[in-house]
């Protein structure tokens, strides 16, 4: 099974400011990595994916990058909607995981 | 478009079983597979399983083998997640999702609450 460690698990950000979170896979998995977003009292968002392709409606301040172990989520300029947990997840190998997820306060 | 519809909340006490639904609307609906996605109280997302709409082929997530079964009716487009016994440990909301290798659609969540 692959594992998906994110970090940090906490981070409290002014708004305007950039928020950068971490995951790393176990094993090489290629750009088969995507993000959600996930507010309380609703589904997950799908916010990015394979890595780096945009979502149709995502506004353009959230980006992310990586290859085979090493991915990033960056939302740059951080607004108060943004207020929400953040999750990586693989898609390579079954069975899928998700990682543990990033809270992300606003200050 | 592809939409899923879960249904409504359940109660429960240890021991029953419980099946909880997912309705899928849109022309693509048999295009990718169903998951279904855990999320305990005050915890992160887990992926328990999927079913493929077309042949009902299913992969389950060790963590999660042997404690339910998921299954699909293709004459209603719905598939399920289903318990025989339940334990107090499955109280968790359960969503529903669908997608061609990221989860792009989801469903509105099913909350299970099990407590004698």
């Known amino acids: 099974e692959i594992v998906l460690t994110q970090s940090p698990d906490f981070q409290s950000v002014a708004p305007k400011e950039k928020v950068t979170i971490t995951c790393r896979a176990s094993?090489?998995?290629?750009?088969?990595l995507h993000w959600y977003q996930h507010k309380p009292d609703r589904p997950p968002k799908l916010l990015i994916t394979?890595?780096?392709q945009s979502i149709s409606g995502v506004p353009s301040r959230f980006s992310g990058s990586g290859s085979g172990t090493d991915f990033t989520l960056t939302i740059n300029g951080l607004e108060a909607e943004d207020a929400a947990a953040y999750y990586c997840?693989?898609?390579?190998?079954?069975?899928?995981?998700f990682g543990g997820g990033t809270k992300v306060e606003i200050k | 478009e592809v939409q899923l519809e879960q249904s409504g909340g359940e109660v429960k006490k240890p021991g029953e079983s419980l099946r909880i639904s997912c309705k899928g609307f849109?022309?693509?609906?048999?295009?990718?597979?169903i998951s279904w996605v855990r999320q305990m109280p005050g915890k992160g997302l887990e992926w328990m399983g999927r079913?493929?709409?077309?042949?009902?082929?299913?992969k389950y997530s060790p963590s999660f083998e042997g404690h339910v079964t998921v299954s699909f009716d293709k004459s209603i487009n719905t598939a399920y997640l289903q318990w025989s016994s339940l334990k107090a440990s499955d109280t968790a909301m359960y969503y529903c999702?669908?997608?061609?290798?990221?989860?792009?659609?989801w469903g509105q969540g099913t909350t299970v609450t099990v407590s004698s």
């Open positions: 094993q090489d998995i290629g750009l088969s």
């Open positions: 394979y890595t780096s």
């Open positions: 849109g022309h693509n609906f048999n295009d990718f597979w």
């Open positions: 997840h693989q898609s390579r190998n079954l069975p899928l995981t």
């Open positions: 079913i493929s709409p077309t042949n009902s082929y299913t």
């Open positions: 999702a669908s997608g061609p290798g990221a989860l792009d659609v």
